[in-house]
């Protein structure tokens, strides 16, 4: 798990193909201060990859068919800079919002506004995606926790907007997005258990749910009460 908190920018040095698969070489300083460890977990441009090697300032990772496929890693120019977090400690600060690295799909920069030292950077993604977002909700772009502004549901398509604060222009990737440019999206984990609590209530099945938990929260209570703790 993660938080959307960048710990460094690295840059991509390799990207060599096998078959459907791949692995991929960062650079970066990362093992510094504490080194990295063979199976862990590192956020590469909000995508989570296992670390099956380290070298002096670098590791290597396999990205599955899957991961090409969902995310913007397999088209990268290489070298390309990209967005690092290691997993979060349990116990530690949680500074941006819960990221799994699981990428969701990928959007599109439909337009970037100077907002005096901030940015104001408009995304367009898929219809499917849509029901995620919400003013005021999180969003991970490429590995960056961010708060959405403002949605426009489309026909075909949903935009959202996003301000891009001197802080986060300084310390990750997103400087560098124009029109155009192709990110990684991981939507709110918090929304799709949203959804599929209400998926089940309209289908009839929450509300049975609902009843059965009722019971057992009842027979717990007067299990409680039976023994004197109530």
């Known amino acids: 798990m993660f938080t959307g908190l960048v710990e460094e920018v690295g840059t991509v040095t390799r990207l060599d193909r096998r078959g459907p698969a791949a692995t991929i070489t960062v650079a970066c300083r990362l093992g510094e201060a504490e080194p990295l460890v063979l199976g862990e977990s590192i956020a590469v441009a909000g995508a989570c990859l296992t670390v099956t090697s380290m070298a002096q300032g670098s590791f290597t990772a396999d990205v599955s068919a899957e991961t090409l496929d969902k995310t ?83 026909a075909q398509a949903v935009q959202f907007t996003v301000m891009l604060v001197p802080h986060t222009l300084s310390a990750t990737t997103l400087p560098s997005l124009t029109k155009g440019s192709w990110v990684n999206l991981e939507m709110d984990v918090l929304a799709r258990y949203v959804e599929r609590h209400l998926g089940l209530l309209a289908h009839g099945r929450g509300k049975e749910d609902d009843r059965d938990h009722s019971a057992s929260d009842e027979r717990l209570l007067e299990t409680l009460r039976r023994a004197g703790y109530t």
């Open 72 to 154: 913007t890693l397999g088209k990268l120019a290489i070298p390309a800079k990209v967005n690092l977090e290691r997993a979060s400690k349990l116990g530690a600060r949680m500074g941006g919002h819960v990221v799994l690295g699981h990428v969701d799909g990928v959007g599109r920069v439909a337009d970037v506004t100077p907002s005096g030292d901030a940015r104001r950077v408009t995304f367009e993604a898929g219809r499917e995606l849509a029901r995620y977002l919400a003013p005021k909700g999180s969003v991970c772009i490429e590995g960056v926790s961010l708060t959405v502004n403002e949605v426009t549901d489309l």
